[in-house]
């Protein structure tokens, strides 16, 4: 059975840092497509950023400010998010993209969730 | 990147059918045939119902269906059941190779 777990989500300061983490099981991340999409409170899905071997793709909002990548070491994903905005809070999901055709989102974690307020 | 656009909420009584829009662009849901649909129960992550505009992953009940014309993709439920009100979202990749969801449709049986 896949199994997707973010970590590292928090309380933390508009202008902030933060890391999240994607690991996986029954699945290798390090051959894998993974994204990171994120829901704020009571609103809909966002797609975030896109990594699979040396492709990364970020959508226009994060662009600049985050940035994902791999270690095959842990065979884990990050997200290191800086300059962080009350906007950015949401639940950060990490999700694979299916090793059959990369358009769509097979496996999802249950997410981690980002709160940024002073 | 705008989000593509699905009504906000349907209803119907259970055994009916129902169906709903997601348009986009010939930028994203017009240029490929690559639409997803995703349902979400309140406090769970996204469950992949539909993949490239029509294809059902195994495990998904074939009451769920989807189709697409031009710039709009549909997806259809029918013999509507307690366990389908839920949120759908459509996604779709882009001609900028980044992805793209919908606004969010909540279902709600009657």
């Known amino acids: 059975e896949v199994q997707l777990v973010e970590s590292g989500g928090g309380l933390v300061k508009p202008g902030g840092s933060l890391r999240l983490s994607c690991a996986a099981s029954g699945i290798t991340l390090a051959s894998s497509s993974i994204n990171w999409v994120r829901q704020a409170p009571g609103k809909g899905l966002e797609w975030v950023a896109y990594?699979?071997?040396?492709?990364?793709y970020y959508a226009d909002s994060v662009k600049g400010r985050f940035t994902v990548y791999r270690d095959n070491t842990k065979d884990s994903i990050y997200l290191a998010m800086t300059s962080l905005r009350v906007e950015d809070t949401a639940v950060y999901y990490c999700?694979?993209?299916?090793?059959?055709?990369?358009?769509?989102?097979?496996?999802w974690g249950q997410g981690t969730l980002v709160t940024v307020s002073s | 990147q705008s989000a593509l656009t699905q009504p906000a909420s349907v209803s119907g009584s259970p055994g009916q059918s129902i169906t709903f829009s997601c348009t986009g662009t010939s930028s994203d849901v017009g240029a490929y045939n690559y639409v997803s649909w995703y349902q979400q129960h309140p406090g769970k992550a996204p469950k992949l119902m539909i993949s490239?505009?029509?294809n059902r992953p195994s495990g998904v009940s074939n009451r769920f269906s989807g189709s697409k014309s031009g710039n709009t993709a549909s997806l259809t439920i029918s013999g509507l059941q307690a366990d389908d009100e839920a949120d759908y979202y459509c996604?779709?990749?882009?001609?900028?190779?980044?992805?793209?969801f919908g606004t969010g449709t909540t279902v709600t049986v009657l």
């Open positions: 996604s779709s990749y882009t001609t900028r190779s980044t992805y793209v």
């Open positions: 990594i699979s071997g040396g492709f990364i």
């Open positions: 490239d505009v029509n």
């Open positions: 999700a694979r993209a299916s090793s059959v055709s990369v358009n769509y989102f097979d496996y």
